[in-house]
């Protein structure tokens, strides 16, 4: 008989390598077949509701690893809320209008103005289909659990008929208008675009110093004086209505030795200025505040007949310039304030493509505004006005779908009014609570300082405003109209806009004071998409019952403070006076290496298909619980690499118990707690902790904590502590033997815990181990979350054990610095002499355990304290300790070296312990000498 034979050596088809880019793919075949997410869904059916209300990702292109984070992170909170208590449906949804799809099909050929509107919408609707069908796909190999049959899309009818209610609302308090004012125009896209469509990049611009001269002083200024004004675009020189200052700022006038003329500009800024423009032995001829210099009067550098007026703002700073800055009304925001308090024309001659109308005058009528720079600065030289033009690097808008720079442009267009609700959508974020806390302040702060919110878009695919002009050009958009047209939209879709005329759109018999002739046309711009996905609380939580509105939670990138969190906010307080969320979680974005936004051109970006292809989806929702996500996020393939070795950790550990409790049948085998070794106790209670934090953190979305703790506990708890002391015990002991059954029912328990916990994290790789355990359900998704246990002597036998894990780590250090001096190899190789107090040693018998067999050595010694020798290590006051070779030989059997090698006639090469559980439980081997 051999040695081995007598041996419980675990055993399991559990394989060590996962092959997961193949298994994976198979067990969501499984799951798609047995339908489990709408299982899971029938089981949850009278619990509490948890709603996390999915912002839709553009359906443009594959998922990047942006996409993966996102959705992998929502999938980690779904499922373990469905695990944990709570009915909470997943709806995908996805945004499906809007210009990157326009542009979609011109780079592919197709000219929108050489075909009817509605020939080139439904080219667009056909390419979003075929994304949203590619991104699904994309997504469900990621394991993500969710309504894939039944998602929301922002082009479905019942989506858009809501969101032109949601337009009704705005109307109906009178926070619709028209006017005309600047917007961030991009000419790349020929659209006005929102402040979330809007990315900033730095860039050089010529920075032009120019004198305006002044022509009515207002007695403060001299007729032969000219304002030093600055700007970093030239170009708008032309639509120039006036010159800002700060009335609180010290203003000069001066006269450079060998000039006629005087100038004005900042006293701070003076020096740096004279040096700029080579001007020698200034003279200060007056010092004047900015106040005293209100209204005084420029003439226009290009056009003699208009005036400049000199106006008092907030926005002039010290930083650069001269502290007087050009001011065209039509061209920005802060421009376009000031203007109208002081009552200037709205002035922008520049057309959708960005080239300047004949407004601007004959020598930049056609002209491409970048190219009108160098006009401007060539007739700003020849009427001997301008004193220097220099490179200047700042910050400057870009659309963010064709990557070129914008432009402001005053241009007719419909805003929703945000100034007017504003106090009512900040105090609606008094209910909400942000992940990381510092979300509230940004939030509130973009709410506090933006303006109003252009909605109007001059393209076709997206859904129109609702709005009819009658005869004389009045706006109609009462709720009677608006709520006809959502009915038609909802039974037609939105095309119905496009292909009917405006009376055909109207309720029967319709008329208005404003049309005696019953004539009336329709609004032909679009809605913004920020809208159509701002209004998804509508389209989606207030439209399906079987969600609730306002959700729980939304959470999205951190892009979306100024994007679909604040959108949604708006809308949703319009609606209904309320925020659409209880709760916000906000994400860093992701970057490579080198904290480099990913992009294809730099060729840095890693797609989750190749992951997943060369690893397995596993490895990337992984990877996702690694990293953290309160800030940006880099991403490396050595990052990968590291994480699949975790997952190997978790795998490798799960399979040597799964070994291990192969023979245990919890329903026959099961050891009471009270009944428990001590030190299996102390275990159950260590994984009762590990429970009780993982779900603390899955509550708060604490995902890298998870991780943390996993490893955690499976590096020091498990491997290092508990499994290399269960190795003598499980493989040794007789196999029905109390000590045994006793550890296995930990073993057990701590496999059916992790299963459970990690579910929501690695699906693929539970349900796979889930099979090995002897549990009822047939799939560990349909499982509830295990309970925090009661335990009575859990902090007496913590503080016990805690104290033992000590000293432990004193013996480790010892066995160490044994083995570096080549006293002996492995730890079944050292004899221990510990020397301990009076109250170390009550301590130790009060642990009720084999201390030798907790330190993993061959033998052990207790002495008092008082008789270490000198050559024993001294740790601490209580303990000193002295390692030695044991004496003795191997034991075929359990490898320690023991003097009783022996002891037993029929078993020579056993120690007495292996020999009496081999006699008991093999007797046929009594008469049989052993083979190695």
């Not at 289909?129 to 009818?157: C, I, M, S």
């Not at 402001?408 to 008094?430: H, K, Y």
Request: charged fraction near 25%; proline fraction near 4%.
């Amino acid at each position: 008989m051999r040695v081995k034979d007598t041996l419980n050596l675990g055993k399991t088809k559990f394989k060590m390598r996962g092959n997961l880019p193949v298994k994976e793919l198979e067990r969501e075949n499984v799951w798609a077949e047995n339908k489990v997410y709408e299982q899971r869904q029938k089981l949850n059916e009278k619990k509490d509701t948890f709603i996390l209300h999915d912002g839709p990702p553009y359906a443009n292109g594959d998922i990047h690893m942006g996409h993966a984070l996102n959705k992998i992170t929502k999938d980690f909170i779904v499922r373990y809320k469905s695990m944990n208590g709570f009915r909470s449906p997943y709806v995908p949804g996805w945004d499906t209008h809007g210009l990157p799809i326009e542009q979609k099909l011109k780079q592919a050929g197709y000219d929108r103005k050489q075909m009817s509107t509605n020939e080139f919408r439904e080219l667009c609707r056909k390419y979003a289909l075929e994304q949203v069908d590619r991104q699904r796909d994309e997504f469900k190999r990621l394991g993500v659990a969710a309504e894939w049959d039944h998602p929301y899309l922002t082009l479905n009818p019942e989506f858009e008929a809501a969101q032109i209610k949601v337009f009704g609302a705005f109307a109906n308090r009178n926070l619709i208008y028209r006017g005309k004012k600047p917007v961030f125009w991009s000419w790349s896209s020929e659209s006005a675009l929102a402040e979330a469509e809007v990315e900033y990049h730095d860039v050089t611009s010529p920075s032009a110093f120019y004198g305006e001269h002044v022509i009515d002083g207002k007695g403060v200024l001299d007729d032969d004086t000219y304002m030093v004004v600055w700007t970093t675009t030239p170009w708008t020189i032309p639509a120039s209505e006036g010159i800002t200052i700060d009335a609180g700022f010290d203003y000069v006038v001066v006269q450079p030795a060998g000039e006629s003329r005087k100038f004005v500009l900042a006293a701070d800024l003076l020096n740096e200025n004279a040096e700029r423009f080579g001007w020698e032995d200034v003279q200060v001829l007056k010092t004047v505040k900015g106040a005293e210099l209100e209204n005084v009067l420029c003439e226009h550098p290009f056009d003699a007949s208009r005036k400049i007026v000199t106006m008092l703002g907030d926005f002039v700073t010290l930083d650069a310039g001269t502290g007087l800055v050009h001011t065209a009304p039509g061209y920005g925001e802060d421009d376009y304030r000031i203007g109208t308090k002081y009552g200037l024309p709205i002035f922008a001659p520049v057309d959708g493509k960005g080239v300047l109308t004949e407004e601007a005058g004959a020598d930049f009528a056609g002209v491409f505004y970048e190219d009108a720079n160098q006009i401007a600065l060539d007739k700003l030289k020849d009427a001997n006005l301008l004193l220097n033009y220099m490179p200047y690097e700042h910050s400057y808008p870009f659309d963010w779908r064709t990557k070129k720079p914008i432009i402001f442009r005053a241009t007719p267009q419909w805003f929703a009014s945000v100034g007017d609700m504003r106090d009512e959508i900040l105090n609606s974020m008094d209910d909400v609570e942000f992940f990381p806390e510092w979300g509230k302040k940004r939030l509130y702060n973009m709410i506090r300082d933006r303006g109003d919110w252009v909605i109007s878009r001059q393209r076709v695919w997206g859904v129109p405003l609702p709005i009819f002009y009658a005869e004389d050009g009045t706006a109609i958009m009462d709720q009677d109209t608006i709520n006809h047209v959502s009915d038609l939209v909802k039974e037609h879709g939105s095309n119905v806009w496009f292909e009917r005329d405006a009376k055909d759109l109207l309720p029967d018999g319709y008329t208005n004071e404003h049309s005696p002739n019953g004539i009336f046309t329709k609004e032909e711009d679009i809605m913004d998409v920020w809208f159509d996905s701002g209004s998804s609380h509508q389209g989606v939580l207030a439209e399906r019952p079987y969600l609730e509105y306002p959700a729980d939670l939304y959470l999205e990138g951190s892009d979306q403070y100024r994007g679909w969190f604040n959108s949604s906010l708006i809308t949703s307080v319009a609606v209904s006076g309320h925020a659409p969320y209880k709760q916000v979680l906000s994400q860093g974005f992701t970057l490579d290496n080198k904290g480099r936004k990913m992009s294809k051109s730099l060729g840095n970006t890693i797609a989750p298909a190749d992951i997943i292809k060369q690893m397995g989806a596993e490895i990337v929702r992984l990877w996702v619980a690694s990293v953290d996500t309160s800030s940006d996020v880099r991403v490396s393939i050595e990052s990968f690499t590291q994480v699949a070795d975790s997952y190997k950790k978790f795998r490798n550990t799960v399979r040597f118990m799964l070994g291990n409790t192969s023979d245990f049948d919890p329903a026959t085998d099961r050891v009471a707690y009270e009944d428990l070794a001590s030190v299996d106790q102390y275990m159950a209670v260590r994984l009762n902790q590990f429970v009780a934090e993982i779900k603390d953190h899955y509550d708060h979305y604490d995902f890298l904590d998870i991780y943390k703790k996993l490893i955690n506990f499976l590096t020091v708890d498990l491997s290092s502590f508990y499994l290399d002391i269960a190795k003598d015990i499980m493989y040794i002991d007789a196999e029905n033997s109390h000590s045994r059954r006793s550890m296995q029912t930990v073993f057990y328990d701590v496999l059916v815990d992790l299963v459970k916990l990690f579910t929501p994290m690695l699906p693929h790789t539970t349900e796979e181990i889930w099979p090995f355990l002897k549990e009822a359900d047939e799939f560990v998704q349909l499982t509830e979350m295990p309970n925090v246990q009661t335990y009575a002597n859990a902090d007496d036998l913590m503080t016990k054990w805690t104290r033992f894990m000590d000293l432990r780590s004193n013996v480790l250090k010892a066995l160490e610095e044994a083995r570096d001096a080549k006293l002996i190899g492995k730890s079944l190789e050292a004899h221990l002499d510990l020397y301990v107090d009076a109250d170390t040693q009550s301590f130790l018998d009060s642990l009720d355990t084999n201390v030798r067999q907790m330190l993993m050595v061959s033998a052990l010694d207790m002495h008092a304290l008082s008789d270490a020798p000198a050559d024993a290590e001294a740790f601490g006051d209580s303990l000193a300790i002295k390692v030695s070779h044991a004496d003795g030989e191997v034991c075929d059997r359990c490898r320690m070296i023991k003097t009783d090698v022996g002891s037993d006639d029929a078993y020579p090469t056993l120690c007495a312990r292996c020999a009496a559980i081999v006699r008991e439980n093999y007797p046929e081997s009594i008469d049989t000498e052993f083979e190695e």
